[in-house]
């Protein structure tokens, strides 16, 4: 079981409640700010993440600075108890900076150099702009590194995108050179002699582009590297001064993830960037009550990424950005319904978030944003029922401070890979539209979501050995390391299931040669010899200990050696052959899914493999479908949380008698949850 210790995320040791603040969009509204003043303390907020876009307000001009404004305003919050997360500007830049200094602006992929406009639009190779983070990030350093209301450095805001002008394609080709030495290793790497594609000379290499390169997956995949690199080192830059000025005050920077389906944000390799962060901190923008699907499985894939940016560091996270109501950026921007704050912010506490921060605090009164929602509307007024939700979840949050630091404890990981979904997407062959490795994940961890078994969704660096169960689906892209990593693991007596679609590329995505890579015929006892790629209409089933389960999207025809047939196919050229398999290698075993499967058979498998495996939650209450309870674990006692994510009111049964940390009421036996209830309960621990 992958234990963790208490460890704080920020320097203060509460739950953080709050926010982005944007003061300087109010500076000629004196009355506005103090009356934000007033209203931090009535929606029980402590905590303000100021400076994120304040670039013209700290320096209008070149070289002149005007910091009083935030003086004032990070006095004012002190003065309530509050506490700062200062941002540090770059994420936007003044437009006399852009105009004095083109090289700040990107060129994207089409080579069209990007005009100022908007944000995050910086390359992040331009010597001036580096220059010129260091110099604001050490002024802002040198004046409020001391100061008693600072608990964290939020660096810059959601860094994304790349840039491909002239000093990256030069940076480019220097990150190349120390990877590959020679162009001779290049050209192997890349396939060079493909559509004439082999290169002599170094300036001939160009980052990928809809007007030259796209065909070369392995240029492809080493861009999206690079990338991930150089913003990382541009990150590094900006944090100089504050390593060397604050070195007790942690750092983050806030990640994203895509909304529709909730997967982890695609642009940068998040795996790599967290070692250089002191806490992840992430920005949550589920659409909850949308068209598509329940409310229980929208929250089952905020439980998946939940617990993949947790496990990145294998410590508690900080959920950066949510909203109060509605966003302005979704295709239809719904309010939550009443209920629905409180929940979905304590799902976020109960995976393993020591805040809840909200984008934005006041909503501003133009430009693009001016409908987002916030917990200051126009209205200016505590007397609406965003604002009293925002409060009550305050409220809660005052009850948690003893989760701070606190983590969850897992027996199943599910590995992620960046790198992986990169080559994989790349890859022409399969399903072009059907491949969805990041939702095939999800598919899996929702049976255990379901028991309310906890998982680590981890990256293929991390130490295997803590898990019981791991699970490893579609990993297309794996090296001859990693295969050694998950021999020892299940040599150890680990048990591994992977899938369809997996072990057929190295690291440089290119193919395996002599059939699938023999570490991997070694765990499994097969071989796979051909993947079957579905159209919406085929048909196929597999029957699995007398059920019969329907097939799609991709059926893998197998060669059996040592394996033992678990399931196998109903119709087609395989009729019959061998579509689910387990085996015993030395201590441990492994299982292989031919076919993409629905939920129903994963129900059934991993149900087994549950017992099998003795899996069990960190606190088990009864419930029906739609009922979530996750468990934060404290040295002393365990909090609970049974969260309903159905339109019907839910009844659960407490084995226990526990303590409602609100009402303080003991509950044994069976309670109602009211549609969208939570209820967050203590239990002491022996
Ligand atoms: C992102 C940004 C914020 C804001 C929100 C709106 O998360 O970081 O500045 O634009 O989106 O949802």
Redesign the pocket.
Known sequence: MAKQEKSFTTKAKFMLHGG?YNPDQWLDRPDILADDIQLMKLSNTNTFSVG?FAWSALEPEEGVYKFEWLDEIIDNIYSIGGRVILATPSGARPAWMSQKYPEVLRVNAARIKQHHGGRHNHCFTSKVYREKTQTMNRLLAERYGNHPALILWHIS??YGGDCHCDACQEAFREWLKKKYKTLDALNKAWWGPFWSHTYTNWSQVESPSPIGESAVHGLNLDWRRFVTDQTISFYENEIVPLRELTPSIPITT?F?ADTHDLIPFQGLDYSKFAKHLDVISW?A?PAWHNDWESTANLAMKVGFIDDLYRSLKQQPFLLM?S?PSA???HNVNKAKRPGMHLLSSMQMVSHGSDSILY??WRKSRGSS?KF?GAVVDHDNSPNNRVFQEVAQVGKTLEQLSDIVGTNRTSDVAILYDWDNNWALDDAQGFGLKTKQYPQTLQEHYRTFWEKDISVDVITKEQDFAPYKLLIVPMLYLVSEETIARFKAFVANGGTIVMTYISGLVNEFDLTYMGGWPQGLQDIFGLKPLETDTFYPTDRNAVTYEGESYEVKDYATVLEVDSANVVATYEQDFYESTPAVTSHQYEKGHSYYIGARLPKEFHRHFYGTLIEKLELKPAFSVQHGEGVSVQVRQAPDKDFVFVMNFTEESQVVSFPTSVTDIMTKEEMIGEVTLKKYEVKIVEVLRN
């Open positions: 982005d994120i805001n959601e806030n994203m920005d923008y950005e909203t966003v302005n950026w984008f934005q944003e987002h």
